[in-house]
């Protein structure tokens, strides 16, 4: 889909439909709402008298114009109160409406700038929550259906604004929804992918053309490699299965002149059937996604390469898949990560953490600090918090105070759990240095526990994805399968301290 911003009157753009809004309770529109309504002799108006328009948070109602003005269809959609208004409702607002005009076959659509002028949102930013809503909310994964799709996709994306002084502030906001709404949708591509089409080698590929397009330095740790790094536990997941694991490595160099290097890391559990400590089979299917947060690393690279901050950024995803085999990893084992600490296999179904500890050892090695990882490391964490926000963990409140501002600017919910050195006894091993398990009680603690333990006094953020990664049905600018979540806010993160 083109997005272009352009000056002038919404009314006199020659499209399928456009896109206007009104806020709840209001009985007459204003702005560029009330232009249309006007141009309409009173339609809106007459449908908010009549009940039909009641300007509720997602309503969508179509009105056919029938050559009273240039566009074919006007479509209002509710914004809700208007004190309650944010960016994020502007995003769900938008999807829902393109998805609307997109079933009834519009292909060419333009839309004011919702929450611009009244709504007292700042132009660039209402520009980028349009933009991120009508890409995200539009996103379909149909690379391995053969049947056509009973819909036309939506072409093109105006947004219209009678004052040309106005237009650069759109046009960046523009310039960067599109940069951060592709790249999540590039998350959610590689998310949705079957695994027998994301292997690790794969997801190294995709990494690959991820550095070719956007200059970035691109390296990958083989088997042997790993070896000569004592990556242990890594290696340990990753003897179960036929496909060789692989340690991929993009670097971005925004700040010539600094050689520190902010590090996001990736779990890249490219299928996850449990290993020996296998899952039950229904569901399963849904293991395709345990790289999820590799994926969200990965397009984070995305944007930032696309937008330029000043800034040095490290990504590091250690890839593998975990299955059961005569060679695999079993209960019961004892591994040596990287460094040297010796882990107690008590589940190999807690795999995610092991690669990450290897991960997390080789971040501190090159030095990169601080650290974020990004996991869908627990289902522990998915019953704590559901699907409605990801898990938060930290030996640093301050940076995490920045990512959730991070997570909050994109509509991205992340909550603080704790971190008490309690929980840490149910780590202990009676064998080695620590096991790899706790009890079932406050599993997405002790597994963040666990990393803490590699990522030492580095200032460092744990965010578990397992709840929020993906989504069981179209809400917003979400729609089914894979969110990308965690790529808005991590772009929005790096960005916030490249300015600093």
Same mark, same amino acid.
């Given at each position: 889909?083109?997005?272009?911003?352009?000056?002038?009157?919404?009314?006199?753009?020659? !499209?399928?439909?456009?896109?206007?809004?009104? =806020?709840?309770?209001?009985?007459?529109?204003?702005?560029?709402?009330?232009?249309?309504?006007?141009?309409?002799?009173?339609?809106?108006?007459?449908?908010?008298?009549?009940?039909?328009?009641?300007?509720?948070?997602?309503? !969508?109602?179509? @009105?056919?114009?029938?050559?009273?003005?240039?566009?074919?269809?006007?479509?209002?959609?509710?914004?809700?109160?208007?004190?309650?208004?944010? +960016?994020?409702? @502007?995003?769900?607002?938008?999807?829902?409406?393109?998805?609307?005009?997109?079933?009834?076959?519009?292909?060419?659509?333009?839309?004011?700038?919702?929450?611009?002028?009244? *709504?007292?949102?700042?132009?660039?930013? &209402?520009?980028?929550?349009?933009?991120?809503?009508?890409?995200?909310?539009?996103?379909?994964?149909?690379?391995?259906?053969?049947?056509?799709?009973?819909?036309?996709?939506?072409?093109?994306?105006?947004?219209?604004?009678?004052?040309?002084?106005?237009?650069?502030?759109?046009?960046?906001?523009?310039?960067? *929804?599109?940069?951060? /709404?592709?790249?999540?949708?590039?998350?959610?591509?590689?998310?949705?992918?079957?695994?027998?089409?994301?292997?690790?080698?794969?997801?190294?590929?995709?990494?690959?053309?991820?550095?070719?397009?956007?200059?970035?330095?691109?390296?990958?740790?083989?088997?042997?490699?790993?070896?000569?790094?004592?990556?242990?536990? +890594?290696?340990? !997941?990753?003897?179960?299965?036929?496909?060789?694991?692989?340690?991929?490595?993009?670097?971005?160099?925004?700040?010539?002149?600094?050689?520190?290097?902010?590090?996001?890391?990736?779990?890249?559990?490219? =299928?996850?059937?449990?290993?020996?400590?296998?899952?039950?089979?229904?569901?399963?299917?849904?293991?395709?996604?345990?790289?999820?947060?590799?994926?969200?690393?990965?397009?984070?690279?995305?944007?930032?390469?696309?937008?330029?901050?000043?800034?040095?950024?490290?990504?590091?995803?250690?890839?593998?898949?975990?299955?059961?085999?005569?060679?695999?990893?079993?209960?019961?084992?004892?591994?040596?990560?990287?460094?040297?600490?010796?882990?107690?296999?008590?589940?190999?179904?807690?795999?995610?953490?092991? @690669?990450?500890?290897?991960?997390?050892?080789?971040?501190?090695?090159?030095?990169?600090?601080? +650290?974020?990882?990004?996991?869908?490391?627990?289902?522990?964490?998915?019953?704590?918090?559901?699907?409605?926000?990801?898990?938060? =963990?930290?030996?640093?409140?301050?940076?995490?105070?920045?990512?959730?501002?991070?997570?909050?600017?994109?509509?991205?919910?992340?909550?603080?759990?704790?971190?008490?050195?309690?929980?840490?006894?149910?780590?202990?091993?009676?064998? &080695?240095?620590?096991?790899?398990?706790?009890?079932?009680?406050?599993?997405?603690?002790?597994? /963040?526990? =666990?990393?803490?333990?590699?990522?030492?006094?580095?200032?460092?953020?744990?965010?578990?994805?397992?709840?929020?990664?993906?989504?069981?049905?179209?809400?917003?600018?979400?729609?089914?399968?894979?969110?990308?979540?965690? !790529?808005?806010?991590?772009?929005?993160?790096?960005?916030? +301290?490249?300015?600093?």
């Amino acid at each position: 889909m083109e997005i272009k911003v352009i000056s002038g009157d919404i009314t006199k753009v020659e !499209v399928d439909a456009i896109i206007v809004n009104l =806020f709840e309770g209001v009985e007459s529109p204003g702005g560029a709402s009330g232009v249309v309504d006007k141009a309409l002799d009173g339609a809106i108006t007459k449908l908010i008298a009549d009940g039909e328009i009641k300007g509720k948070l997602n309503e !969508v109602t179509m @009105i056919h114009t029938l050559g009273k003005i240039q566009p074919a269809r006007v479509v209002v959609v509710g914004l809700g109160k208007q004190a309650e208004l944010s +960016l994020d409702r @502007i995003r769900g607002v938008v999807a829902e409406a393109c998805r609307f005009l997109r079933k009834v076959g519009a292909q060419r659509v333009a839309t004011i700038a919702h929450g611009a002028g009244v *709504g007292g949102v700042e132009y660039d930013k &209402a520009a980028q929550a349009i933009v991120e809503g009508s890409i995200l909310g539009l996103y379909t994964f149909r690379r391995h259906i053969t049947k056509e799709p009973e819909y036309r996709e939506i072409k093109e994306l105006l947004i219209v604004e009678r004052d040309e002084g106005k237009l650069p502030a759109l046009e960046q906001g523009c310039r960067r *929804g599109k940069a951060i /709404a592709e790249a999540t949708s590039f998350a959610r591509d590689m998310t949705n992918e079957p695994a027998n089409h994301m292997t690790p080698t794969d997801m190294a590929e995709r990494a690959k053309e991820v550095a070719q397009t956007y200059g970035l330095e691109f390296s990958v740790l083989e088997r042997e490699e790993m070896k000569e790094l004592g990556m242990g536990a +890594l290696l340990g !997941v990753a003897q179960g299965s036929s496909q060789p694991p692989k340690f991929i490595i993009l670097r971005y160099k925004g700040d010539s002149s600094s050689e520190a290097s902010l590090g996001i890391i990736g779990k890249g559990i490219t =299928f996850d059937s449990g290993g020996i400590s296998i899952k039950p089979s229904e569901g399963m299917e849904e293991m395709k996604g345990d790289m999820a947060g590799g994926a969200t690393v990965i397009a984070t690279m995305c944007a930032i390469g696309e937008l330029k901050p000043k800034i040095n950024v490290t990504a590091l995803i250690p890839a593998t898949e975990n299955l059961p085999s005569g060679s695999a990893l079993k209960p019961g084992d004892v591994l040596r990560a990287m460094g040297g600490k010796t882990i107690e296999i008590v589940s190999t179904d807690a795999e995610g953490r092991l @690669i990450l500890a290897d991960a997390l050892s080789y971040a501190r090695r090159l030095g990169l600090s601080p +650290l974020v990882d990004v996991a869908t490391l627990t289902g522990a964490c998915r019953i704590a918090l559901g699907d409605i926000c990801t898990g938060a =963990f930290t030996n640093n409140p301050d940076l995490l105070n920045k990512i959730v501002k991070a997570g909050e600017e994109a509509g991205e919910r992340i909550w603080q759990m704790p971190m008490y050195e309690e929980y840490k006894e149910q780590n202990k091993s009676d064998i &080695a240095d620590i096991k790899n398990v706790g009890s079932r009680y406050g599993g997405a603690i002790t597994a /963040a526990q =666990f990393l803490a333990e590699f990522a030492g006094d580095t200032p460092w953020v744990h965010l578990d994805i397992a709840g929020t990664s993906r989504s069981e049905k179209e809400k917003s600018y979400l729609v089914k399968g894979a969110t990308g979540v965690g !790529v808005r806010t991590l772009t929005n993160l790096i960005l916030a +301290l490249a300015q600093k």
